[in-house]
């Protein structure tokens, strides 16, 4: 397959900080050679810095988004099979965008559904789900080209255990499908009920049980292990036309023995042999 990796590397407007360190700790812990192993053909685009100097978390937040989703359009005209690596989760938004998605499967420990209404620490990355569904920031996802809101509907939230009250009170009014990786049949059955057609995977590196990989200072209990996740995307992959991927939220100073890295490509590997053999 030819494939696009696209480096987003923000965190919380800040270029190289945190976890926007997390594409280039990919990078250079083998992804493009594991992928490029398997026979792909695998080229890198970075979209560098963006938005003014300030690093203002909303303004350039938005603005990764608007980059990020030029880079994935160019991908997709060129015949390229994008995956984007970014330190945030909103960045998913603008992939989102890029490849014309109309339906997502969200892999994370958190919700990240609350909204400038309801967020107790005005963090913007737990307003990424929101923001992808239509729910909040409207004008400025509405200026990310390309972008449209995706249904709830059609929107599968994968091992999310991490829920703030209004989050929670907020998943009983939505036909958003809740699951664990031992139940993405029935999830990805609705999603095909929903007429999804493109469907975007975001995948969260802390949504993994802490202690078989911490991929970031949020440490939530349970989760899968690296094996039950790559089994479960897999099988989703199988089950709906996935157009594009992210991964999010790796920060490399949590990860002292290099353990992310590989299984990302390993995981990816798997996927794209899956999204390849539909």
């Known amino acids: 397959m030819k494939i696009s990796i696209i480096l987003a590397s923000y965190d919380s407007g800040h270029y190289h900080g945190g976890m926007g360190q997390g594409p280039d700790a990919l990078i250079s812990g083998g992804l ?14 970075d979209i560098g810095r963006v938005g003014d100097t300030q690093e203002r978390e909303i303004a350039t937040g938005f603005a990764v988004c608007n980059a990020v989703a030029t880079e994935v359009r160019l991908a997709r005209d060129a015949g390229r099979f994008p995956i984007v690596l970014a330190g945030n989760c909103l960045t998913s938004a603008g ?26 620490y005005g963090f913007l990355d737990g307003m ?10 409207r004008p400025m996802a509405s200026a990310i080209p390309g972008f449209k809101p995706i249904d709830p509907s059609r929107c599968v939230l994968v091992n999310a255990r991490d829920l703030d009250p209004d989050e929670k009170r907020l998943l009983e009014t939505l036909p958003i499908e809740r699951t664990e990786c031992s139940g993405v049949a029935q999830a990805t059955e609705r999603l095909k009920i929903a007429g999804a057609k493109r469907v975007h995977m975001h995948l969260d590196m802390d949504v993994h049980d802490p202690r078989e990989l911490q991929a970031n200072r949020y440490i939530a209990s349970g989760g899968p292990s690296p094996e039950q996740l790559r089994d479960a995307t897999c099988a989703m992959a199988l089950a709906v036309p996935v157009v594009g991927i992210t991964v999010s939220a790796y920060d490399p100073a949590f990860d002292a023995q290099a353990d992310v890295p590989p299984l990302v490509g390993q995981l990816l590997n798997d996927l794209i042999a899956t999204i390849e053999g539909r």
């Open 128 to 137: 990424a789900l929101a923001t992808v569904l239509g729910l909040c920031w």
């Open 95 to 120: 992939a989102v965008a890029g490849e014309d998605a109309d339906a997502i499967i969200w892999a994370d420990q958190h919700g990240d559904l609350n909204t400038p209404e309801t967020s107790t």
């Open 32 to 45: 493009v050679d594991a992928l490029t192993m398997a026979g792909h053909d695998v080229t890198v685009e």
